[in-house]
């Protein structure tokens, strides 16, 4: 199972001001070691315009409603980086309206590994029957485990023969003081139940081992 780093984030949605992430305010505070850091402009339908940064292990895109932050490679000095440049943005900007904070965790597993006897649904014959080709399926559940409570999805990419595996730690906040406790090394953490859990249930059924 293989962890996908363009599908691991931290995203806070608020109401945040634009004017302010331009490269010189950025760059001061999230990339200070870091004089020659890459960014953009986009615009996206239905989200306007996106500023965008990259550092050598953080990158950043930053809208009007949300603040995106990925690490860009597997290290846990990445992980703690996109942690704490969502920090020093909360930090400095505490009158920001927030709704919430996610941290979304992304894995790809092969077809035939044992999470695929998930996704066999009980009208597999009839669809069989009636010709018809499914080209993708997905399943969604809200778990509590490990004192954590999270949204799993499992995605049956048949084109590519390939396991989608997501996580969204999901968290309401009414705050950045409340989004500021909640990840103070809860990316790690995050990472850490996902990593059991998938041990736990999938893993173990593949090697027979009982709990």
Known sequence: MELVLDRCSIVIVGDWNLAIFRPDWVGKRLFPDEPEFQFGFDVAPGSGAITHYQSTKVWLA??????????????????????????????????????????????????????????????????????????????????????SRFNFTIEHDAANEVLKIDFNHHNPVRSGQEALKLLRGNMTKSLDVSRRFLDEVYMKKKTGVSS
């Open 62 to 147: 930053a809208s009007a409603g949300r603040l995106e932050f990925k690490p860009l490679d597997q290290g846990a000095d990445a992980f703690s980086a996109v942690e704490e440049s969502a920090r020093t943005v909360l930090g400095l900007l505490p009158e920001t309206p927030i709704g919430a904070c996610g941290i979304n965790l992304g894995f790809d597993a092969k077809a035939e590994s044992s999470v695929t006897a998930v996704l066999t649904l009980s009208d597999g014959a009839a669809l069989q029957a009636a010709s018809a080709v499914v080209s993708a399926t997905k399943i969604a559940r809200t778990i509590e485990f490990g004192g």
